[in-house]
T-cell receptor, first 114, second 111 residues
Framework: GESVGLHLPTLSVQEGDNSIINCAYS??????FIWYKQESGKGPQFIID?????DKRQGQRVTVLLNKTVKHLSLQIAATQPGDSAVYFC?????????????FGKGTHLIIQP | ETGVTQSPTHLIKTRGQQVTLRCSSQ?????VSWYQQALGQGPQFIFQ???????GRGNFPPRFSGLQFPNYSSELNVNALELDDSALYLC??????????FGPGTRLTVL
């Protein structure tokens, strides 16, 4: 799995702009990927997921891109709002999140500036 | 809100003591996973329970143990607490091999 550092990268964007958060995953056998949002004092909240047989999936204001060749995942948030401020984690697993559990990547702290 | 509840919210223990944390699953979910989240890091998988049996385990020592009850609620027990056990403990419920829904966590401080 991916090593986890003590310092979260930070991404600061202006309200209304689009943001892109990137993640590198480590296990070539992973076939299910999820983005979570975690606000201070709360548990991770599901945003969007994607399986390895897809390379793009869209939700409401969010898009996840998967590049299996370079083991890279990204989350695009359109027209960011103050409520988008949080720490964002990517997670990977095999078989949909079962017995192997989820392996979380390094989080990114997204700050929305007014 | 996910419907997953955890208790207590906060807990302070001293080194060497034992602790039990509790989790109530979202209605209809038969699988519970536990994660440890140290400050400034992502959650780390401890173990998962499915139909009252341990279904998978991460890289945690045996002093971390668990239970799942017939109503699918779950307990996480940690024996011989160490200072490094201070963390946010998260419970997630799901159907097997499906999206995991996280509770708000229990903040454990070991002094």
């Amino acid at each position: 799995g991916e090593s986890v550092g003590l310092h979260l990268p930070t991404l600061s964007v202006q309200e209304g702009d689009n943001s892109i958060i990137n993640c590198a995953y480590s296990n070539s056998a992973s076939d299910y990927f999820i983005w979570y949002k975690q606000e201070s004092g709360k548990g991770p909240q599901f945003i969007i997921d994607i399986r390895s047989n897809m390379d793009k999936r869209q939700g409401q204001r969010v898009t996840v891109l998967l590049n299996k060749t370079v083991k890279h995942l990204s989350l695009q948030i359109a027209a960011t709002q103050p409520g988008d401020s949080a720490v964002y984690f990517c997670a990977e697993t095999r078989g949909g999140g079962g017995a192997d559990g989820l392996t979380f990547g390094k989080g990114t702290h997204l700050i929305i500036q007014p | 809100e996910t419907g997953v509840t955890q208790s207590p919210t906060h807990l302070i223990k001293t080194r060497g003591q034992q602790v039990t944390l509790r989790c109530s699953s979202q209605s209809g979910h038969n699988t519970v996973s536990w994660y440890q989240q140290a400050l400034g890091q992502g959650p780390q998988f401890i173990f998962q329970y499915y139909r009252e049996e341990e279904n998978g385990r991460g890289n945690f020592p045996p002093r971390f143990s668990g239970l799942q009850f017939p109503n699918y609620s779950s307990e996480l027990n940690v024996n011989a607490l160490e200072l490094d056990d201070s963390a946010l403990y998260l419970c997630a419920s799901s159907l097997v091999d499906s999206e995991q829904f996280f509770g708000p966590g229990t903040r454990l401080t070991v002094l």
